[in-house]
């Protein structure tokens, strides 16, 4: 993700997942109230993994407070056991954890503020836990909840270090595309099977028998692997990074061999991948649909309100601040600005023949006892 104060940082330009956050409340709740009410644990001991830093990551962490402090003024037999709450925020070391704490005290007030008197908070105390969550993070069974939201698309490894010799084999396409071989597809798939049965089990290891695990990432609506949401907007990304080619900006074998690190499976794709690892339930499983344009719900007299190229401009920004770091690690920083510029066009003039859109899975899951 951008890190550090600029206006183009993940921070600033993070409503897309802001979006997902408040249309996964619902569920959040249900597995917060079912955590409280099945395990009764007197420190329930919560995860996010992937919080990144901004108003999301502690979106989901007020989130959780005010379920348990409402669950507890309305339920007798929660009420009769206090419970405390230990909230972990996991992300890779490269995360600006510090601008996170910096915001605790802020944070810590503001919550306390919005809550009418007579609703007591939880005792609540927050950690930054640095690391990958394809390794073990916490000691067997201590963990009540995780949550991870639009991180799981991520692969662990980069396509071109698992394979170099097939990765090469996808041309000037950065995802899978219509003109992908089948090896190439290959090779996205066994990474993500790979990945999610290890994510699975190394959570059952930590999780206490029946605790529960909230997952929200990028999917595909569509069966076609090399017809789905992010293949349409990766395939305008490699359109523009082709276009540098000629001035020199991007070289061919650097474009050769860059291949996003992503992979945006289908519903049966996830749920064969659960019932295989036989080490969760599914409590509840859908997707829904988000407009590229993190925007486009907004009134039309509000300044942001997409037009077609207004909203180029916004899905770039948006990409731009999540992508940027890997870019500029592959291909320098000095093409970043062009290559946006150019996006930003190329996607205008997508979304002015079609509403594009993301496809989003929710997964509930519940830890099988044993
Ligand atoms: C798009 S951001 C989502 C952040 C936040 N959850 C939200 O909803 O706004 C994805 C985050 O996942 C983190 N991430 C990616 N791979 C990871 C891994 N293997 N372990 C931990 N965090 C990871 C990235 O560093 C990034 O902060």
């Given at each position: 993700?951008?890190?550090?104060?600029?206006?183009?940082?993940?921070?600033?330009?993070?409503?897309?997942?802001?979006?997902?956050l408040l249309?996964?409340?619902?569920?959040?709740?249900?597995?917060?109230?079912?955590?409280?009410?099945?395990?009764?644990?007197?420190?329930?001991?919560?995860?996010?993994?992937?919080?990144?830093?901004g108003?999301?990551?502690?979106?989901?962490?007020?989130?959780?407070?005010?379920?348990?402090?409402?669950?507890?003024?309305?339920?007798?037999r929660?009420?009769?056991?206090?419970?405390?709450?230990?909230?972990?925020?996991?992300?890779?070391?490269?995360?600006?954890?510090?601008?996170?704490?910096?915001?605790?005290?802020?944070?810590?007030?503001?919550?306390?503020?919005?809550?009418?008197?007579g609703?007591?908070?939880?005792?609540?105390?927050?950690?930054g836990?640095?690391?990958?969550?394809?390794?073990?993070l916490?000691?067997?069974?201590?963990?009540?909840?995780?949550?991870?939201?639009?991180?799981?698309?991520?692969?662990?490894?980069?396509?071109k270090?698992?394979?170099?010799?097939?990765?090469?084999?996808?041309?000037?396409?950065?995802?899978?595309?219509?003109?992908?071989?089948?090896?190439?597809?290959?090779?996205?798939?066994?990474?993500?099977?790979?990945?999610?049965?290890?994510?699975?089990?190394?959570?059952?290891?930590?999780?206490?028998?029946?605790?529960?695990?909230?997952?929200?990432f990028?999917g595909?609506?569509?069966?076609?692997?090399?017809?789905?949401?992010?293949?349409?907007?990766?395939?305008l990304?490699?359109?523009?990074?082709?276009s540098?080619?000629?001035?020199g900006?991007v070289?061919?074998?650097?474009?050769?061999?860059?291949?996003?690190?992503?992979?945006?499976?289908?519903?049966?794709?996830v749920?064969?991948?659960?019932?295989?690892?036989?080490?969760?339930?599914?409590?509840?499983m859908?997707?829904?649909?988000?407009?590229?344009?993190?925007y486009?719900?907004?009134?039309?007299?509000?300044?942001?309100?997409?037009?077609?190229?207004?909203?180029?401009?916004?899905?770039?920004?948006?990409?731009?601040?999540?992508?940027?770091p890997?870019?500029?690690?592959?291909?320098g920083?000095?093409?970043?600005?062009?290559?946006?510029?150019?996006?930003?066009?190329?996607?205008?003039?997508?979304?002015?023949r079609?509403?594009?859109?993301?496809?989003?899975i929710?997964?509930?899951?519940n830890?099988?006892?044993?």
């Amino acid at each position: 993700m951008a890190v550090g104060q600029s206006e183009a940082n993940y921070a600033n330009n993070s409503r897309l997942q802001q979006k997902a956050l408040l249309k996964t409340k619902p569920v959040l709740d249900k597995a917060v109230r079912q955590v409280c009410s099945t395990l009764l644990p007197g420190a329930m001991v919560v995860a996010d993994l992937g919080c990144s830093v901004g108003a999301n990551t502690l979106l989901f962490v007020s989130g959780v407070i005010s379920t348990v402090a409402d669950g507890r003024h309305g339920n007798e037999r929660i009420r009769r056991y206090p419970m405390e709450l230990q909230f972990f925020l996991n992300d890779l070391p490269g995360n600006d954890f510090n601008q996170v704490f910096q915001s605790l005290q802020h944070f810590t007030k503001s919550i306390e503020a919005s809550h009418p008197k007579g609703v007591t908070l939880p005792p609540f105390y927050i950690s930054g836990l640095p690391g990958s969550y394809y390794t073990r993070l916490f000691p067997c069974q201590s963990v009540h909840l995780f949550h991870s939201s639009y991180c799981l698309q991520w692969r662990s490894q980069l396509i071109k270090d698992i394979d170099e010799k097939t990765a090469y084999l996808n041309g000037c396409n950065i995802y899978i595309a219509k003109s992908t071989p089948p090896s190439v597809v290959k090779l996205y798939q066994d990474q993500f099977q790979k990945d999610m049965s290890l994510f699975l089990k190394l959570r059952h290891q930590e999780l206490v028998p029946g605790g529960n695990m909230l997952l929200t990432f990028l999917g595909r609506k569509n069966p076609d692997v090399r017809d789905g949401d992010l293949s349409h907007l990766f395939a305008l990304l490699a359109q523009a990074l082709k276009s540098l080619l000629t001035e020199g900006l991007v070289e061919k074998g650097k474009l050769e061999s860059f291949n996003l690190p992503l992979y945006g499976p289908s519903m049966d794709e996830v749920k064969a991948a659960v019932e295989q690892s036989e080490l969760f339930g599914i409590e509840h499983m859908e997707l829904f649909e988000s407009s590229w344009d993190p925007y486009d719900d907004l009134q039309e007299h509000d300044s942001t309100h997409s037009s077609p190229a207004r909203g180029g401009m916004n899905v770039a920004r948006c990409i731009r601040a999540v992508y940027e770091p890997l870019l500029a690690g592959h291909f320098g920083e000095h093409m970043l600005d062009e290559l946006f510029r150019r996006y930003a066009q190329l996607v205008g003039r997508h979304l002015a023949r079609e509403k594009a859109k993301f496809s989003v899975i929710v997964l509930s899951l519940n830890r099988i006892r044993g």
